[in-house]
């Protein structure tokens, strides 16, 4: 990230910043930065931190849109903020506020508690029954099997889905869009044989989605949770008239 003095262009970012606890509500703070061709919200936030102001607070780890965690809002979208060049942004300002919907730590840092827990409750994993084969043997697929549910194995719980939601920040209990898709996962995978109906089949799971598709529109991976809720009704549904029918 090494700036020279021909860098001359800046742009303006007005970031949140708000401590609980310390601070009555949260302000916005005005940091200029150099506005160089490839460098992404992100490297603009980092810049602030290492040259302007260590205080500020955010997450942030593989830069490559890969584990998550940089996840803000950018000028009001839900965005990955490795993958949101500044260029993009034109003249500025570029406004970055922490994920909507959830409980702020710090500044940018938000509390991701309760998705956790609501992606525990649909048992993310391969689920077995009966008796275990050696850890020597292979579960066998065929690319097709694969092809089932690889879209969805594709969600690096970004939660940017749950930030553009509009079920999920008038509710907070609606499971939401992410755990449902990872739901979906499971449910498609040839080798799973784990039943998740009783936590899908709910007026806050799959029901509470009113498809307004905002999940899948931000969805920096392409998992489509929207169409993996629709799917999963489907699947309650029929469940409904054939009580057998498990996927
Ligand atoms: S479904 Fe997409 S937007 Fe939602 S957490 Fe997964 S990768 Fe992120
Ligand atoms: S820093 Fe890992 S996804 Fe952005």
Redesign the pocket.
Known sequence: MAVTETDTRTILLEVARYRPGEDDKPVFQEYDVPLMPDWAVLDGLNYIKDQLDGSLSFRWSCRMGVC?SC?MNVNGE?R?TCGTFLTEYGEGPVRIEPLKGFPVIRDLVVDIDD?LAKLSSVRPWLVREGEELPLTTEYAQTPAQLEAYKQ?S?????????S?CPVYVLDPDFL???AI??AQRYNLDSRDMGDRFDVLNLDDSVWGCVFVGD??R????????AE?IQRYKVTAALRSVLPWSRR
């Open positions: 998550g996840g839900p990955l998705f969805y594709m969600c690096i719980n970004c939660l940017l889905c749950y553009a939401g869009p992410a898709a990872l999940c899948t931000v969805c920096p991976k392409h998992v489509d949770p993996a």
